[in-house]
């Protein structure tokens, strides 16, 4: 892909000012550097970089390899450096030309000398040695190097030898176009589907992520191979989105001073203050907003030079999509799976045409034509008149929400406009950015991709999704559920203090509007309004405490509502980022669907085992004696059991200790006597091995004996790659509950933690709650989340003499949110206790 630029005035040499080329590269790269800052002009620095790297590669072959190869070497550019798209801190792509092995002895030592010379002037240089006969052949596994000389253009050396490869070279590559075509579609669709197959990401990656300049470099790449199949002026529609991401990627060189791709939070701010980044005043929203418009131009381009080579390249797939063409009908003509519209005149004469499109889109996954979205947009002021008379659009809409495949029609709606001018509420979600490290996409892509969420869980075969599965099937209408969703963040493109109650607001104006039918709106308004409650209950409440099951119940309200809001949240989790619904999350959802539901349909026990049953055995009920009986709801008999033994074990040598794997969960359970600061010891020696506590439970008995069950994840598997490590971790705690170790010489030695990016950490907060719990104070601290956290809060409570019940613990990117149910002397605390705690507890939040 050559580059294409008007041509610019020659910089000045500097050759003769500065005595070395590293001198010449470092003078001139801070003047390309702040021309760039000063302009914007991205293209001026490509060409300027080219030429001072061709001048100084050609000057120094000229002075180190010249002698020793009059003849048999030529140096080439290839890759980004070959077609000139060399960035301030792109690798400078070489490739040195042989006529048969590559050279060695003094060759070999002079070829060393020339690529140490490079690097001493500060150039990233990448390069291969190949001779003519490599270069024209297809390599498994290396693709790049054939790739790479499709933009080749030579330096210096041997022009002859050169030739001779630009004479087979277009021979080769006509006969293996298909094969090399067929495996960069491939390789695109791979990397595409690592990053989930959308533009949307909240801290894109500008050069390998959809949308990016490996999405551009593949429509030339396939352009240059397959010229027919390729639109003739595929580089006029594309201008500005490589306007946009070369300046892009030329900021991010430059202001990190290495080849930084990714467009942080931070960047975006820095960027949007840059009299060049095309915002009137300093907005990072707008500038993103403008950058997903433009990645979206060369998704789609990069997007449709696949299908038609794909399309071409298969005469199986060519019978498929004519097949396809068979559900054209008197509206509509679907060709090469694009549908377009019969008449031009459609939109105008019946608006409610759309409608039927798009259900057609979702039926049968079929995609819009580009014509047809441009004439959407063209008579987008058609269509607003047609809604301002408020039409009974909802049966339209019923049918489309009630399809399989919604979700394809949601999209469709969305990427040609309709769903924003259909809800102006839409509009304000639009590729809009909220700095939320836990979230990795726009609201608008996180809102459709729960809608997708819901799809494949009606697929789901894993045991533990299947329960969410036949829920689902419980739900015999999904489409007022899918309207919730839809308008769940909404709120979130507003100034408001609760984007959950300014969301319900905006979708019972969208209900007036479309005639939603009255009896569904209590329904809508009460999940999007309630659908913070469910996540709430599982980061920061009991779930075995009676007051956790009320506090449900009350805000719930009904069996119907709970099932329909226990699916918007696992939609909503799951599509926070790829891995958000990690089994123990789900096991948590369950868990408060279960507590919610059991509350909704019977009454709870009592709060304490004064007497076990009597086929208990005397041993069995001593042990069980003054547990609270959330003891006995929260563990089987076989636990119980479990718990009974490891209890015979401790009375024989003080300490029981056992940890075990279930469901990707590690569970460990310590049985001892009570001492000052034992939670915490246990919590510090976890952590102390890199392991995330996920929750932790205190039971002590009237005999004294404490039961401490932590359940924790192992981020990085150590215990699973190293089994040993589970040995030695047991023998850790044993050795700090013995007081044989100092937990905090053990965490001075665990890693310090990546801090994340100025303006982004997260400020401390600690409260209280009297009224969660019956018989404990709920405190929840949230706080910059790092190694020893835990250890450090659960140390202040025992110092301020506090009996830790519960806790619970999540993580969410870098912000921690801990949750305690602590009493002293049994009781819940008093305020002044809780003044006290309050500026103990921050103190360590903060340190």
């Known amino acids: 892909m050559t580059l294409q630029k008007p041509s610019a005035s020659e910089t000045t040499s500097v050759e003769s000012l500065h005595s070395s080329p590293a001198q010449r590269v470092r003078h001139e790269s801070a003047e ?61 792509d070489l490739l040195f030309l042989v006529p048969e092995q590559p050279p060695t002895g003094a060759g070999k030592e002079a070829l060393s000398r020339f690529l140490q010379t490079g690097w001493d002037c500060g150039l990233r240089l990448s390069h291969s040695v190949h001779n003519v006969r490599d270069c024209c052949e297809l390599h498994e596994g290396n693709l790049e190097l054939t790739i790479s000389l499709l933009d080749l253009r030579f330096l210096a050396g041997d022009v002859e030898l050169f030739g001779r490869l630009t004479e087979r070279l277009p021979k080769f590559l006509q006969s293996q176009r298909s094969t090399i075509s067929r495996q960069l579609c491939k390789l695109t669709r791979q990397r595409h589907h690592k990053l989930q197959d959308t533009i949307y990401h909240l801290e894109p990656n500008i050069k390998e992520g959809p949308g990016g ?18 639109a003739a002026n595929w580089r006029e529609e594309l201008a500005d989105p490589i306007s946009d991401v070369f300046r892009l990627r030329c900021f991010l060189h430059l202001r990190s001073g290495r080849d930084n791709n990714l467009l942080s939070f931070d960047a975006q701010e820095e960027y949007a203050e840059k009299p060049f980044a095309g915002v009137e005043t300093p907005d990072a929203a707008a500038v993103m ?28 797939l060519a019978g498929f999509r004519d097949w396809r063409s068979r559900l054209s009908s008197a509206e509509f003509t679907v060709s090469r799976d694009r549908v377009l519209f019969r008449s031009p005149q459609q939109i105008d004469t019946d608006p409610s045409v759309l409608f039927r499109l798009f259900a057609l889109v979702g039926r049968h996954q079929v995609s819009l034509h580009p014509d047809t ?6 008579r987008r002021p058609v269509f607003e008149s047609w809604l301002a008379a408020r039409p009974p659009v909802w049966p339209a809409l019923h049918s489309i929400l009630t ?43 996180h809102t459709l991709v729960t809608i997708e969420t819901l799809e494949k869980l009606a697929e789901a075969k894993e045991p533990e999704r299947r329960r969410f599965c036949n829920l689902l099937s419980e739900v015999e209408d999904l489409s007022v559920l899918s309207l919730a969703l839809i308008f769940h963040d909404t709120g979130k493109g507003a100034e408001s203090d609760s ?73 909503d989790i799951s599509a926070v980022h790829p891995t958000a619904m990690t089994p123990w999350r789900l096991e948590q959802l369950w868990r408060v669907y279960a507590t919610a539901h059991r509350e909704l349909t019977r009454e709870l026990e009592t709060d304490r085992i004064t007497q076990p049953a009597a086929a208990v055995p005397a041993e069995r009920a001593a042990f069980l004696k003054g547990f609270p009986t959330r003891y006995l709801r929260i563990h089987d008999e076989a636990e119980i059991a479990y718990h009974a033994q490891l209890d015979e074990q401790r009375r024989q040598t003080g300490t029981a200790i056992d940890i075990r794997k279930k469901g990707g969960v590690y569970h460990l359970t310590v049985l001892t006597k009570d001492r000052l600061f034992l939670f915490a010891s246990m919590a510090g020696a976890l952590a102390s091995f890199g392991m995330n506590i996920l929750k932790a439970e205190a039971f002590a008995n009237q005999q004294g004996t404490i039961l401490d069950t932590f359940a924790f ?35 001075r030695n665990r890693p310090k933690p990546l801090l994340p990016s100025k303006n982004s950490a997260i400020p401390a907060s600690v409260s209280f709650d009297d009224e969660a719990s019956e018989s404990a104070t709920l405190v929840e601290v949230t706080t910059q989340d790092r190694p020893g956290l835990l250890y450090d809060l659960a140390s202040a409570l025992s110092e301020a003499g506090c009996s830790i019940e519960v806790v619970l613990v999540d993580t969410e990117a870098h912000k921690a ?10 009781r819940k605390l008093d305020p002044p206790q809780c003044g006290a705690l309050q500026a103990r507890l921050m103190a360590r939040a903060t340190g």
């Open 499 to 571: 984007h959950a109650a300014e969301s319900a607001r905006l979708a019972a104006d969208a209900a007036e509007q479309i005639g939603l039918p009255t009896e569904d709106r209590p329904l809508l308004d009460a999940l999007i309004r309630q659908h913070l409650v469910l996540p709430s209950a599982m980061n920061g409440r009991d779930l075995d405490d009676p007051a956790t099951a009320r506090w449900l119940a009350d805000r719930v309200g009904t069996i119907e509502v709970l099932k329909q809001l226990t699916l918007l949240t696992f939609a």
């Open 32 to 92: 390309i550097a702040n021309a760039f800052m000063a302009s914007g002009d991205a293209w001026e620095v490509l060409a300027r970089r080219s030429r001072l790297v061709d001048g100084v590669l050609a000057g120094e072959f000229a002075r180190l390899l010249a002698l020793s190869f009059p003849s048999g070497l030529a140096l080439s550019a290839v890759g980004g450096y070959g077609r000139g798209e060399l960035f301030p801190h792109s690798d400078v």
């Open 403 to 445: 399809l399989p495949r919604a979700s394809a029609a949601l999209r469709a709606m969305h990427d040609s406009g309709v769903l924003g001018t259909l809800f102006p509420a839409w509009a304000g979600i639009e590729s809009h950015v909220v700095r939320d490290f836990n979230h990795r996409y726009t609201v608008d892509e």
């Open 289 to 316: 907003r403008g950058h997903f418009r433009h990645a979206r131009t060369l998704q789609r381009a990069a997007l449709r030079s696949m299908e038609g080579f794909e399309e071409k390249s298969s005469s199986l």
């Open 373 to 378: 979205e441009r004439k959407i947009v063209s």
């Open 817 to 826: 949110i801990d949750v305690f149910y602590v009493t002293t002397n049994g």
């Open 213 to 230: 300049l490996r999405d551009l470099h593949l429509t030339a790449w396939l352009a240059q191979l397959n010229p027919s199949a390729a």
């Open 713 to 747: 994840a192992d981020p990085q598997r150590t215990l699973e790659l190293n089994p040993p490590e589970l040995d030695r971790l047991r023998q850790t705690i044993e050795r700090v509950l013995l007081g044989k170790l100092d937990v905090k010489a053990l965490l």
